[in-house]
């Protein structure tokens, strides 16, 4: 396929995603949201269902643009709520994570931790901040009030999920190389090549509280190492149609009940796995994949027909409407304005998990 033909299909790509984004947050999910502070669980739903047709339309999409997943795992026990630990190869690993997520898990329960900057990307981040996906400023006196928060909504709610972390806090990077190397250097540590020291702080946060007192009770924790060929970097190389070829994720299901009691403890066995990650990775790029076990297959019997005909429909009478309507329009206009202030200076997650502190 010459560069020609990519930047048309990845432009495509980009267009749907932008699109579909916009009306179906506009005509479904903000509409609903004063459902919240009446009927939260139906909200919360409700929320979850447009989210997970929205993940299912774009997997689809990167199937068909060649995109192949490949799982390596001594166990078929993959959909338990869980915290999900993953090293962080690149800026797209999050989105990259929805395939394994529809194939093996259930997105309706993932939830992943994002840069706080992500929320303010129009229709996109405020549709993550609907679906309560944890925005993180790297401040730990700052996430740690959110954190508590974030864990009572759940609770509340009786909700299971699949919280998804990147422990390195960044993408692998020249620039987070360097800064990893430095911290590896201060504190007696080896360098490493494919990824980078682990924070521990958060991580060990969150396996204390997810106990069934303080937050969501979750059966086990989920280390997954992902690995790539023809790997896309970032949003760039969608948009040039570089897209992923290959997706190569390991993972080892760890009981909960399993992890080190003492925090010292915890803080090793972290950074114990991130050692193994790396070694784990090194082999990959030599071998071309994980182990010497065959992967797994994606479910067959995961049908994705009727998440991805309902969400392409809404859309579709979305943008009828826009086109042919111009109250519809209008209200398009404002709503989009609103959000944008609400975002801003408040936040839709804000607004969710306040309500339950």
Not at 141 to 154: S, V
Not at 261 to 272: A, F, G, N, R
Not at 315 to 324: A, D, N, R
Request: hydrophobic share 40%; proline share 4%.
């Amino acid at each position: 396929m010459n560069n020609g033909v990519r930047t048309f299909f990845g432009a495509i790509y980009i267009a749907y995603l932008s699109i579909s984004t916009a009306i179906g947050l506009s005509f479904t999910i903000i509409p609903l949201f004063p459902l919240h502070f009446i009927f939260p669980v139906l909200f919360r739903s409700v929320c979850d269902f447009m989210m997970y047709s929205w993940i299912c339309a774009n997997v689809k999409l990167m199937g068909l643009f060649g995109t192949k997943l490949f799982v390596y795992s001594e166990t078929d026990d993959l959909n338990q709520p869980s915290l999900i630990i993953m090293n962080h190869k690149n800026r797209l690993d999050w989105f990259i994570y929805f395939l394994f997520s529809v194939y093996y898990q259930d997105p309706r329960k993932l939830k992943i931790a994002l840069k706080n900057s992500l929320r303010s990307v129009p229709f996109f981040g405020w549709a993550c901040q609907l679906g309560c996906y944890l925005f993180l400023r790297r401040d730990w006196e700052k996430d740690k009030i959110k954190l508590n928060k974030y864990l009572q909504y759940f609770k509340s709610l009786q909700w299971d999920q699949q919280l998804l972390i990147f422990c390195e806090g960044t993408n692998f990077c020249p620039e987070s190389k360097e800064a990893s190397d430095k911290y590896a250097k201060m504190n007696d540590l080896p360098s490493y090549n494919f990824v980078l020291h682990p924070r521990v702080t958060g991580f060990k946060y969150l396996v204390r509280q997810f106990d069934g007192t303080h937050g969501p009770n979750i059966k086990c924790v989920y280390d997954v190492t992902v690995g790539y060929k023809g790997e896309a970097y970032g949003e760039t190389d969608i948009l040039t149609g570089n897209f992923t070829k290959e997706v190569h994720l390991h993972i080892e299901r760890i009981d909960l009940s399993a992890l080190p009691e003492s925090d010292e403890d915890l803080d090793i066995w972290l950074k114990k796995r991130w050692e193994t990650k790396e070694k784990s990775l090194e082999s990959f790029y030599q071998i071309g994949h994980f182990s010497n076990n065959p992967p797994l297959q994606p479910q067959p019997h995961r049908d994705l027909s009727s998440q991805i005909f309902i969400y392409n429909l809404v859309v579709v009478i979305g943008f009828y409407f826009l086109y042919t309507n111009r109250f519809v329009l209008v209200y398009f206009l404002l709503q989009t304005v609103a959000c944008f202030l609400i975002s801003k200076y408040i936040g839709f997650d804000n607004l969710i998990i306040n309500h339950f502190a």
